[in-house]
């Protein structure tokens, strides 16, 4: 496709439960980090890939939270024993440079539900 | 501890008219700033920067300014226009010389609503 995908685009899932979340960035592209946005707050940032470099994983707000990336394919973000605080939109973004406002573009964002 | 801020959740402007969006800051080390765009059931979409070396960038109907010692930073749009109505998000980062790698601090958002 020509630009970033995830899925689900909706998950509700009931707490204590694990869930995957999937991004496919736009091809060629080798920087993809993923946000998340709580209902009110601002999108916050959670990791960060680019190439082959070892991640930025200082926004990952529990060791719950682990995200894999393989070369400059597509990215999951897995949450295990989710919480009702992990409710949230998840964006994925990519781009071709990692620098921002040059041209990263972001997913439609998977919404998650923890009842 | 929100370092980003858009005190006003929603903005209400009539065709033609300039809408005015505004965001402070509080960390001083920021210093790159982008304004993006939302709309409903899409991800933000890239409108316009500013570096910290400048107070003013202008693109089209869009011009951001920034004022330093204020911490603050606003986006102008003349004129408005209905399709201008989404969420606008305003973002910091720690880059360095002017630019900045993705990890941004963004605000909570603004809702822009223009009346034709």
């Known amino acids: 496709g020509a630009g970033v995908s995830q899925s689900p685009s909706n998950k509700v899932t009931e707490k204590g439960k694990d869930v995957e979340l999937r991004c496919d960035p736009i091809s060629g592209h080798t920087a993809l980090y993923w946000y998340r946005q709580r209902l009110g707050q601002g999108l916050e940032f959670l990791i960060y890939?680019?190439?082959?470099?070892?991640?930025?994983k200082s926004g990952l707000p529990s060791d719950r939270f682990s995200a894999e990336r393989t070369g400059e394919s597509v990215s999951t973000l897995t949450i295990q024993r989710t919480q009702q605080e992990d409710s949230a939109v998840y964006l994925c973004a990519s781009s071709s440079t990692g620098l921002a406002g040059t041209g990263e573009y972001f997913g439609p964002g998977t919404r998650l539900t923890v009842t | 501890d929100q370092q980003v801020k858009q005190n006003s959740p929603s903005l209400s402007v009539q065709e033609g008219r300039i809408s005015i969006l505004n965001c402070d800051y509080t960390?001083?080390?920021?210093?790159?700033f982008l304004w993006y765009k939302k709309y409903p059931a899409e991800g933000p979409t890239f409108l316009i920067s500013?570096?910290?070396?400048?107070d003013k960038n202008e693109d089209g109907r869009f011009t951001v300014f920034l004022n330093k010692s204020a911490k603050h930073l606003s986006l102008h749009i003349v004129p408005s226009q209905p399709g201008d109505s989404a969420v606008y998000f305003c973002?910091?980062?720690?880059?360095?010389?002017?630019?900045?790698?993705?990890?941004?601090?963004f605000g909570q958002g603004t809702i822009l609503t223009v009346h034709p």
């Open positions: 960390n001083s080390m920021f210093d790159y």
């Open positions: 890939f680019q190439g082959n470099s070892a991640p930025d």
């Open positions: 973002a910091a980062s720690l880059g360095a010389g002017g630019t900045s790698y993705g990890k941004l601090t």
């Open positions: 500013i570096s910290s070396i400048k």
